[in-house]
């Protein structure tokens, strides 16, 4: 070290002091300690410090004090991990200011700063200002067109947003629950009665169905989610991450069937293809069921279980994994126990292991419709051990997946506080 003097030199770190000798100071993993070794003045070391004290030869830095400990662990020891109750994005700031990335961290907080990075590059495209500090002076021409763009976006994507929001949401979500109801009653036996008419009186039928009740409430609801979604994709910033969205992927599935059928109502007519075209028909109708996910977008339930399936697809895939070995294993053996072994005393349910993996899967989840048991002794005893292993095999994960979802509904609920805090403000105003 070419400044200050004595054989060893402290950190002040938040107000906690760490003692090294200058040789510690030259191959330290911390880059920004190790600069110090080289400052030639009192000007370079107040460019790597916020302070220098030449009588007790310190050196403060005004950084938090226990994430520093955390990384002095790391030095140490070689484990860095987050400090608990810190938010991870401000240790992973403290970690580049003295000279760590992200690759530095044990790998489960690796995928805690991803999760959150992920989360809070989303949170920011969606909630970034239309203007800053010197929007109230001159504004650039064409501002008032983007501002009005972002209401209008933020009215149709956050339904806490404003007013005008909360009364879109909730016109959306009657119209909803309308067409649920709709495609409920008609599947009701008085509803389908006409289903069973001839080829010539279910064409008739058909062309005229969209002139009866429940036909224009249909149309009706399609025709107000079809103009919502083109609203959506006009005002939305980025057109090709609005389509590749989950929810507009199944906005556009619940959409396109009406039309699909309509469609293939015109072009089939009387042909003798309608009858196979009405199976058609049903299959795209009943693909209306899609329109309940259109909720996920009023309710922060279904976007916590949303969002905690795209965090947990590890855990899943993992549980998959469980359930699949336990089937593989338990269903070869009780094939070969109650089908195998004993020519005499052959039970015909467990003929082939394909047909024990579904004795298998009810057993591990514990459902047991008791369309297939095990009759033999051996059989019954590996069916209480297919049991208990999938119980224990279900509850391995669940801890994760829990805490997991506790972490996105706090995180959501606070998001929908921060908005109606906004909507407050503009209702007084």
């Known amino acids: 070290m070419n400044f200050g003097r004595g054989p060893s030199v402290v950190l002040n770190v938040g107000g906690t002091r760490y003692s090294f000798s200058r040789e510690v100071l030259k191959d330290f993993p911390l880059r920004r300690v190790s600069r110090l070794h080289g400052c030639l003045s009192e000007q370079d070391v107040l460019e790597v410090c916020d302070d220098y004290d030449r009588e007790r030869n310190e050196y403060f830095f005004d950084r938090h004090s226990e994430a520093f400990g955390f990384i002095m662990l790391y030095v140490r020891h070689g484990h860095l991990r987050f400090v608990p109750h810190m938010c991870e994005l401000s240790f992973y700031n403290e ?30 495209a969606a909630e970034e200002p239309s203007g800053g500090p010197e929007g109230k002076g001159r504004r650039p021409p064409g501002a008032e067109g983007r501002k009005w763009l972002e209401r209008m976006r933020r009215t149709f994507e956050e339904p806490t947003s404003s007013v005008a929001a909360q009364v879109l949401a909730t ?9 649920m109801v709709v495609l409920c009653a008609s599947t009701l036996p008085e509803w389908r009665a006409p289903e069973n008419r001839s080829v010539e009186e279910q064409s008739r039928y058909t062309a005229e169905s969209v002139r009866e009740p429940s036909g224009i409430i249909e149309a009706i609801c399609i025709g107000w989610f079809t103009a919502e979604c083109i609203v959506r994709f006009i005002v939305s910033k980025n057109k090709c991450e609005f389509v590749r969205r989950p929810l507009n992927i199944i906005d556009l599935l619940a959409i396109t069937p009406y039309y699909i059928s309509v469609l293939m109502t015109v072009f089939t007519g009387e042909n003798s293809q309608l009858q196979r075209a009405g199976v058609t028909l049903r299959v795209l109708r009943m693909m209306r ?14 976007q916590t279980l949303g969002l905690t399936l795209k965090r947990c697809y590890r855990e899943m895939v993992m549980l998959l994994v469980f359930i699949c070995v336990a089937m593989a294993i338990f269903s070869a053996l009780s094939q070969l126990l109650e089908n195998g072994l004993d020519l005499g005393t052959k039970n015909k349910d467990y003929a082939s292991i394909p047909a024990a993996c579904w004795w298998v899967i009810i057993s591990m989840t514990t459902v047991g419709y008791g369309d297939m048991c095990p009759i033999t002794v051996p059989g019954r005893i590996l069916g209480g051990i297919c049991v208990v292993s999938g119980i224990v095999l279900l509850a391995l994960p669940i801890t994760f997946i829990y805490h997991s979802f506790v972490q996105c509904y706090h995180e959501l609920k606070f998001r929908s506080a921060r908005y109606s805090r906004s909507l407050s403000a503009e209702f007084l105003n």
């Open 171 to 179: 016109v959306s979500i009657l119209f909803v629950i309308v067409s």
């Open 95 to 124: 970690m580049i200011y003295w000279g760590l990335e992200g690759s530095h961290l044990d790998y489960c907080c690796q995928r805690r700063l991803d999760d959150r990075m992920s989360e809070t590059c989303t949170y920011y």
């Open 289 to 302: 069921i899609f329109w309940v996910i259109k909720l996920a977008r009023h309710f922060i339930g279904l």
